[in-house]
């Protein structure tokens, strides 16, 4: 699959969202490994579509940030009932990882660019907010209420 073939794609899908081929090409080169080849290795990922809204985050696309608002971030409480199923719980994971994944912080990439497709971008959320509930649970489960 091409850039311009994935970025069509995930305009579609995401209507709204706009990602240069340039910055596609900059966030693929990021997680793809180093011995493969750009289209070849679009082509066997099941999951592309989710590297553009990766990529689109990441550059602070307000289309993207909603579709990822809308279809990833619902996952997280779900994901965390078993270790905790309150649900303030997963409403400050959800808000942690927002700030964690979509906010760089100085002179960094915001941490959604570690995203390398190889699953869904809803899995590998979840997978981040079960080590958040489980860090939480073993800092003994506190809470920060000073928002």
């Known amino acids: ?20 081929a340039e910055s596609l090409a900059r966030f693929l080169d990021g997680v793809r490994p180093a011995d493969a080849e750009t289209e070849p290795w679009l082509a066997g990922l099941e999951h592309a579509l989710d590297l553009y809204l990766a990529c689109a985050c990441a ?30 719980v997963a409403d400050e994971i959800t808000q942690e990882l927002r700030v964690k994944l979509l906010v760089a912080d100085e002179g960094e990439l915001p941490r959604i660019t ?24 073993r800092r003994g489960g506190a809470l920060d209420h000073a928002s």
């Open 1 to 20: 699959m091409a850039l311009e073939e994935l970025i069509a794609r995930g305009e579609s899908r995401w209507p709204g969202t706009r990602v240069s």
């Open 59 to 88: 550059a602070g696309d307000a289309a993207a940030l909603a579709a990822f608002e809308a279809e990833v971030l619902p996952g997280i409480a779900p994901a965390i009932v078993r270790i905790d199923a309150a649900p303030e």
């Open 114 to 137: 570690r995203y390398a497709g190889r699953g869904p971008l809803r899995s590998w959320v979840q997978v981040a907010a079960i080590r958040a509930a489980y860090d939480r649970k």
